[in-house]
């Protein structure tokens, strides 16, 4: 009686009719259904389930497909979030829109309770302080409101902010449904979550990933210092869009695709001594480089590689030349390629730059850059970090900062939180430099300065404590989001845990910074960089210890939330 009157209390509230029509189907259990929605609101709310299949849904304004997108609705009994949809991008306030399967799908019977609750509404502004206060939510590292978040995009610094676009899923909490999502900020530490810049424009022709930047000298024509981005059109190849607000919508050039190819995740920089842009972007065709530089793994990744294109006015591109390696996971996707000056050991500027080249997995190559193609002096170096992936650097950021944001890749928690409503999140910013190491240049990840500002107080302090005593001292971290700096009297293999999440590294000394759901470990001066995610099974572990070893000093910081409505305790 009571799922009745409250089917029939949201039909009434937002004014709707829904038709269901027994389809002719073999075994006669199915149903096609077709919902109408009269006098558009800012949202359309949709419920989404953790689990199931999920079910290709359109939205029509009248004959015309303004999207379509996979959702797995709930039945009857099943815990499920709401997600609401954007509107305002398709112009359509005050219209009467069709909600239905696509034509090659069609709902079982179960999934009618679900497919009733697909209403008009707002953003849900009056569960804001809930969300962020949700015990799996990160405190300190930014993550979706609602939805899936997985690799960072279009970084770039305008006009006195940060924007941190990112790959988005804002109805489930998987892959899927790839449009851009946006944070914008000032200091590198607190974030606000924006509206979605870039809509994908059907699940055929997805918004992938891809670069920002600033037309500093007017290049193509919109004005100078005006903000750009390029990413993959699934449907259609290698585009560039244009932003008239700062950033919070984009318009895609007339000229797009501007670049067709097999391959996707485009960046795009200036470079100087020509006066010209140059693309960098994954690419799957053979070429004469991946030829003479044959995979280490034969058949695995022949023909991966980072191919580079030029332009003057962004509109017409040229291709130059191709990079590739014999270990193929070290070109695979999300491109990243900078200039960065030289630092001797101790930290000093040497008056040499190279040029830094990576992918998905941030196993640097380091070298040359000619303008048309890179060339490698060393790598591919280090490890994938661990929990870690796609990261990339602020474009023009000040003074000439290299600051990396990547996507931290923790564990759902759905068997505890079956309505779990958001997942996946990002790291902190460190800041890259290039340093001398023996008989080569390697990259070393810190954190930056900025961070700082998340201290709250010092929980526990102390010096040169033998493993008893730094243990006594560390326990003030249990259930605390937490910074630990510490310094062992020998450098080498350090065993310790931290709030239920292994936080070991090499080296002499560390700061590792503990969330909800992962950490960060930055040690050996920044030599090491991991991201570690807590295990499911121990989502409520606060163990922390630390095996044998003299420890010469010990701090523990209490950290602050950057949500505003959340207090800064972990569980």
Request: hydrophobic content about 35%; aromatic content about 12%.
């Amino acid at each position: 009686m009571k799922t009745i009157f409250r089917c029939l209390l949201l039909h009434l509230l937002v004014t709707s009719t829904v038709d269901a029509v027994r389809a002719d189907d073999h075994d006669g259990s199915r149903f096609a259904y077709t919902k109408t929605l009269t006098d558009a609101d800012t949202h359309l709310v949709f419920p989404v389930v953790n689990s199931g299949e999920r079910f290709l849904l359109e939205i029509r304004d009248g004959e015309k497909l303004l999207q379509n997108m996979r959702v797995a609705l709930p039945r009857e009994g099943d815990a499920y979030w709401l997600a609401p949809y954007p509107l305002e991008h398709f112009d359509v306030t005050g219209k009467t829109l069709t909600v239905k399967p696509d034509v090659n799908t069609k709902l079982d019977e179960q999934r009618r309770f679900g497919f009733d609750l697909i209403r008009f509404g707002n953003d849900l502004p009056d569960q804001a302080a809930g969300d962020y206060a949700k015990p799996y939510r990160n405190q300190f590292h930014p993550s979706a409101r609602r939805g899936w978040n997985n690799d960072v995009n279009g970084m770039v610094y305008h006009n006195g902010k940060y924007h941190l676009y990112f790959q988005y899923n804002p109805l489930g909490i998987s892959w899927g449904n790839k449009h851009w999502g946006h944070f914008e900020g000032t200091d590198l530490v607190h974030w606000e979550e924006k509206p979605i810049p870039l809509y994908m424009r059907t699940v055929e022709d997805k918004a992938f990933s891809g670069g920002g930047f600033v037309d500093v000298n007017n290049s193509a024509g919109f004005g100078k210092n005006a903000l750009f981005v390029v990413y993959t059109s699934t449907g259609r190849g290698e585009c560039i869009a244009y932003s008239k607000d700062n950033g919070l919508t984009f318009e895609d050039l007339p000229d797009n695709p501007v670049v067709k190819h097999e391959g996707r995740d485009p960046k795009i920089v200036w470079y100087g001594p020509e006066q010209k842009w140059v693309m960098v972007v994954f690419d799957m065709t053979p070429c004469a480089e991946t030829k003479a530089t044959p995979s280490a793994v034969p058949g695995k990744g022949e023909d991966y590689n980072f191919a580079f294109y030029e332009s003057k006015d962004l509109r017409t591109w040229k291709r130059t030349g191709a990079f590739t390696d014999p270990d193929r996971d070290a070109v695979f996707e999300c491109p990243e390629l900078f200039e960065a000056p030289v630092r001797d050991a101790g930290g000093r500027p040497t008056g040499e730059t190279r040029w830094i080249l990576y992918g998905a997995a941030n196993r640097c190559f380091v070298g040359r850059f000619n303008g048309e193609t890179f060339v490698k002096e060393s790598g591919p170096h280090g490890t994938d970090h661990g929990d870690f992936k796609a990261a990339q650097v602020f474009s023009n950021a000040p003074k000439g900062r290299r600051i990396q944001v990547g996507w931290a890749r923790p564990e759902a928690f759905t068997e505890l939180f079956p309505d779990q409503l958001c997942n996946q999140s990002f790291t902190l910013p460190h800041e890259l430099t290039l340093r001398q190491t023996g008989d080569s240049l390697r990259v070393f990840f810190t954190p930056v300065a900025e961070v700082e500002a998340l201290r709250d107080r010092v929980l526990a302090e102390g010096k040169e404590l033998d493993a008893a005593g730094a243990n006594q001292l560390l326990q003030k971290c249990k259930g605390e989001l937490s910074e630990v700096v510490i310094e062992f009297a020998r450098k080498g293999t350090h065993e310790i845990i931290v709030n239920g999440i292994d936080a070991s590294f090499e080296g002499r000394e560390a700061r590792i910074f503990t969330d909800v759901t992962f950490n960060e470990v930055y040690a050996d001066g920044g030599f090491y960089y991991e991201v570690r995610a807590r295990e499911a099974a121990d989502f409520r572990s606060t163990k922390t210890a630390l095996a044998l070893g003299h420890v010469k000093r010990l701090k523990v910081y209490r950290l602050r939330s950057i949500w505003k409505q959340t207090t800064a305790k972990q569980h």
